[in-house]
């Protein structure tokens, strides 16, 4: 399991962007590939982007291509989600995730999970 804490959420006007963090406390943080989800009310929690343990590969839920963007420091435990043109569809708690692979990881199954960051975009 890699302990994850989020930062960077807020409240923020639709159209504008945001940027959340997340940083693990593992050193092997690099040999896991790391994402984001969110649940708004009422909703279950959903895939929203991952990157790969080298930063090589990275995957979007659709509703966020082009707008979002996950990146990764290794040297710094962190992983980046850096989001423009907000909705106020986006609004929800986004939480950090890690896994062993990606593709385990978008399953959302097995995953060690930060304690989760609101975004909330007003309209």
């Known amino acids: 399991q890699v302990q994850l804490v989020e930062s960077g959420g807020g409240l923020v006007q639709a159209g504008g962007s945001l940027s959340v963090s997340c940083a693990a406390s593992?050193?092997?943080?690099?040999?896991?590939?790391m994402g984001w989800f969110r649940q708004a009310p009422g909703r279950e929690r959903e895939f929203v982007a991952a990157?790969?343990?080298?930063?090589?590969?990275?995957y979007y839920a659709d509703s966020v291509k082009g707008r979002f963007t996950i990146s990764r420091d290794n040297a710094k435990n962190t992983v980046y989600l850096q989001m423009n043109s907000l909705k106020p569809e986006d609004t929800a708690v986004y939480y950090c995730?890690?896994?062993?692979?990606?593709?385990?990881?978008?399953?959302?199954?097995?995953?060690?999970w930060g304690q989760g960051t609101q975004v909330t975009v007003s309209s």
């Open positions: 995730a890690a896994a062993p692979t990606s593709a385990k990881l978008r399953v959302g199954t097995g995953n060690s």
């Open positions: 593992r050193r092997t943080f690099s040999s896991y590939a």
């Open positions: 990157v790969t343990w080298n930063g090589g590969n990275t």
